[in-house]
């Protein structure tokens, strides 16, 4: 079993419906962060959490630190929100700190 | 436009070849991290440098090695490069006092 798992691993809506995906984590952390990746492979840092919820435009990331869960919420999606969205958990070890992904899930937005 | 850059943004190579690759990070970033990414999966912490010191690093064979300059750009070197080796690898910067962070394009290995 993956120390983190998203879910679902694809998923597909119509312009306007509203996104939630999923990230379940076994390990403690010191923070989570949701991360997009367009095709040709460029990341983008959505948002870093360690408590609590951040909304950032239509983008919202809660996080249950008690549950080890967290969700990134799209509201009135668009076209342009196609991409997959990674969930990674900063884990503190004994050589620093090491980042652990999700596999990341696919989003489609058709208009 | 994170500011990122990396170098080259696509490369082959063949098995048992050496390769470096190389990342810019922004003025002030004194963290960097690499990731490799198989074709979709996702990325898979290699290790991180802070101010040019190893502080991490994930499950990787010691012929990943890795430096940071003064300046705080890094180079990811690998040895003996086998097929498997074949993936994206991105690097990330981060601030001090902050954990956001801020990736590159990433480089596209190929090993034949």
């Known amino acids: 079993k993956n120390e983190v798992e998203q879910s679902p691993q694809n998923l597909t809506a119509q312009e306007g419906e509203f996104i939630t995906i999923n990230c379940s984590y076994s390990v403690g952390i010191s923070a989570l962060h949701w991360l997009q990746q367009h095709p040709g492979g460029g990341i983008v840092s959505l948002f870093m959490l360690s408590s609590g919820k951040k909304k950032h435009g239509r983008l919202i990331a809660t996080i249950n630190i008690q549950e080890k869960h967290s969700s990134l919420h799209i509201t009135a999606s668009h076209p342009r929100d196609s991409a997959v969205y990674i969930c990674a958990v900063s884990v503190p070890n004994q050589a620093g700190t090491a980042l652990i992904f999700g596999k990341g899930t696919t989003l489609s937005v058709s208009s | 436009e994170t500011g990122v850059t990396q170098s080259p943004t696509h490369l082959i190579k063949t098995r048992g070849q050496q390769v470096t690759l190389r990342c810019s990070s922004q003025?002030?970033?004194?963290?960097v991290s690499w990731y490799q990414q198989a074709l979709g999966q996702g990325p898979q912490f290699i290790f991180q440098?802070?101010?040019?010191?190893?502080?991490g690093r994930g499950n990787f064979p010691p012929r990943f090695s890795g430096l940071q300059f003064p300046n705080y750009s890094s180079e990811l070197n690998v040895n003996a490069l086998e097929l498997d080796d074949s993936a994206l690898y991105l690097c990330?910067?981060?601030?001090?006092?902050?954990?956001?962070?801020?990736f590159g394009e990433g480089s596209r290995l190929t090993v034949l």
């Open positions: 440098y802070y101010r040019e010191e190893e502080n």
């Open positions: 003025s002030g970033h004194n963290t």
């Open positions: 990330a910067s981060r601030p001090p006092n902050t954990g956001e962070l801020f």
